[in-house]
């Protein structure tokens, strides 16, 4: 059966005086698809703002936001009320031409796929190239989905989630000397390694349930979330975009022992990739939580790189010093 989820994304930027500001690219509105199906939705701006509703050229549903008078703040709220259907990878049958690697695309599909398949970050000595290699059986046949339900599992295993204040998405290369990175980060590395073996993926940008965080609230006072877990960037220069909202929460604290086991990546925008794989389709991998589908991914934007997909994106007018900070909070509450 369907769930049914409500989604709140509010992101507020603050000022220590009042700042004009440029146009605001707005992508928060959740993909719809047979498996999920965007019920209401509801935009509020303060202050108040002309929106445009546009698609660009991957078919996200994004909204243009030109705030239309100075203020010390500008908050974007939107609401969303879904349902979405259970789809897990593992049940979508492969083609029989596709189901042991390495396999080809037909004409048709690479002429739609080469953006996809084509690597975007460079591996000079062949790291990455070694590093998804490790995950091919010597033993015998590797199987195509085997391989990267492996390599989604690896990550989740071996590499630390870690937030960051910097802007952007580090490149696959430093997320492997690090061993360490966010959501995106994960998602472009496993992204980059697919490309590197032939397959086609794609960054997805989007919402995580947790169901941890539907347990009653804990009267004891938590610590704030760190800022930079939502917002991968410093205070801009004045007429510079704005922080660009890329979503690497904080890891959660620790929860009761008879607690559902908590997600990483809830609280704000997470991210994870996709993989085509012929008879399939494009099918869903978290290599942050270990995911393969479900419920719990909530799908806003699909892009060929992570730059493509920023939650929020825009530009403000005034003196340097007057920016004061951001904020975000994504709340995703089961309600049927």
Request: overall charge negative.
């Amino acid at each position: 059966m369907p769930i049914r989820y409500d989604i709140t994304h509010t992101t507020t930027y603050r000022y220590h005086e009042p700042v004009r500001f440029g146009e605001h690219r707005v992508m928060f509105r959740p993909r719809d698809s047979h498996d999920l199906r965007v019920l209401a939705t509801d935009l509020r701006v303060s202050p108040d703002a002309a929106v445009r509703m546009i698609q660009d050229p991957h078919s996200n549903s994004i909204a243009l936001v030109q705030p239309l008078a100075p203020a010390d703040e500008l908050c974007i709220v939107c609401r969303f009320t879904i349902e979405h259907a259970h789809t897990n990878n593992l049940e979508l049958p492969l083609a029989p031409s596709a189901e042991l690697y390495p396999f080809s695309y037909s004409t048709a599909e690479r002429f739609d796929l080469e953006c996809y398949l084509r690597p975007h970050h460079d591996d000079p000595q062949g790291t990455l190239t070694a590093w998804a290699r490790q995950f091919l059986r010597t033993d015998g046949p590797t199987r195509t989905r085997d391989l990267l339900v492996q390599m989604n599992q690896h990550i989740r295993e071996h590499f630390r989630y870690a937030a960051r204040d910097e802007e952007g998405t580090q490149p696959p290369l430093q997320t492997l000397a690090l061993g360490s990175g966010t959501c995106r980060d994960f998602a472009l590395l496993m992204m980059e390694a697919g490309r590197r073996l032939g397959v086609a993926t794609r960054f997805v940008s989007g919402y995580l349930y947790d169901p941890a965080l539907d347990l009653p609230p804990d009267p004891a006072p938590t610590a704030a979330a760190d800022p930079g877990a939502a917002a991968e960037g410093a205070a801009p220069d004045a007429g510079a975009p704005v922080p660009v909202e890329t979503g690497s929460p904080a890891p959660p604290a620790p929860a009761p022992a008879d607690a559902p086991v908590p997600t990483l990546g809830a609280g704000a925008t997470h991210a994870w990739m996709q993989a085509y794989l012929p008879g399939a389709g494009w099918v869903p991998f978290d290599p942050t939580n270990n995911l393969l589908g479900g419920t719990q991914l909530i799908r806003v934007g699909v892009a060929r790189d992570p730059d493509q997909a920023a939650p929020v994106a825009g530009s403000w007018y005034g003196e340097p010093q007057a920016y004061a900070g951001m904020a975000v909070e994504v709340r995703v509450s089961r309600v049927g």
